[in-house]
């Protein structure tokens, strides 16, 4: 499942950066719930969190753009 794999690739990304999913959610001002949820798969980030965890993880916007979107499109 393409989701799956997305939300894999973005928790890795976030365990790498953070540690825990608790102190990924307190760094982008989420709940634990919510964290948890975009992280394990179970509901797509809006854009304004994707520009969120680009932001405070201090990402290119294209690294989290193709985990999501598969590749840039012009």
Same mark, same amino acid.
Request: overall charge positive.
């Given at each position: 499942?393409?989701?799956?794999r997305?939300?894999?690739q973005l928790? /890795?990304?976030a365990? +790498?950066?953070?540690?825990t999913k608790?102190?990924?959610?307190e760094?982008?001002?989420? !709940?634990k719930?919510?964290?948890?949820?975009?992280l394990?798969g179970? /509901?797509?980030p809006? +854009?304004r969190?994707?520009?969120t965890?680009?932001?405070k993880?201090?990402?290119?916007? !294209?690294v989290?753009?193709?985990?999501?979107?598969?590749?840039l499109?012009t």
């Amino acid at each position: 499942m393409e989701r799956t794999r997305d939300a894999t690739q973005l928790c /890795q990304l976030a365990l +790498l950066r953070y540690g825990t999913k608790a102190k990924f959610a307190e760094a982008m001002g989420w !709940d634990k719930s919510k964290a948890g949820r975009i992280l394990n798969g179970h /509901q797509d980030p809006s +854009l304004r969190d994707i520009k969120t965890m680009s932001e405070k993880m201090n990402l290119p916007n !294209d690294v989290l753009v193709c985990i999501f979107f598969g590749s840039l499109f012009t």
